[in-house]
C-alpha cells in the first residue's frame, strides 16, 4: 500500500502565541496531530518558524485516500478544531511519498 506525506502549515494567531512558550506548544500541537489518528498518520517533523509551525506527517494511505479522509472523516474534523482551539489556523496538503 502506497503511503503519502500529509503536510500541515498552522498559523499562528499572534494574541494567543505571545503569551505562551511556543516550543512548549509547537510540542502540544504535534502531540494532537499524532493522537488524532495514530492507525493512520504520525508526525515525521515539525518546524516552528516566527508566525507558523511546518508538520510533516507520515500516513499509510494512498494520497486520494487521504484527501477524502481529511475532508469527510470525523477525527480529521475533530483535528482541525482542536488545532484552532490552540490558536493554529490549519491548512493540510497531500504529498506523493518517495520512491
Known amino acids: 500500500m502506497a503511503g503519502c506525506y500529509v503536510v500541515m502549515t498552522l498559523l499562528l494567531d499572534p494574541g494567543h502565541w505571545r503569551r505562551h512558550d511556543k516550543g ?8 494532537a496531530i499524532d493522537d488524532a489518528a495514530p492507525e493512520v498518520m504520525r508526525v515525521d517533523t515539525y ?3 516566527e508566525t507558523t509551525l ?20 470525523e477525527g480529521f474534523l475533530r483535528l ?20
Open 80 to 99: 482541525r478544531a482542536r488545532l484552532v482551539d490552540l490558536g493554529a489556523d490549519p491548512d493540510f496538503e497531500v504529498e506523493d511519498a518517495p520512491g
Open 24 to 31: 512548549y506548544w509547537a510540542q502540544v500541537i504535534a502531540g
Open 54 to 73: 511546518l508538520v510533516r506527517a507520515r500516513a499509510n494511505r494512498p494520497p486520494k485516500a487521504m484527501k477524502k479522509l481529511l475532508r469527510e472523516d
Open 47 to 49: 518546524e516552528l518558524r
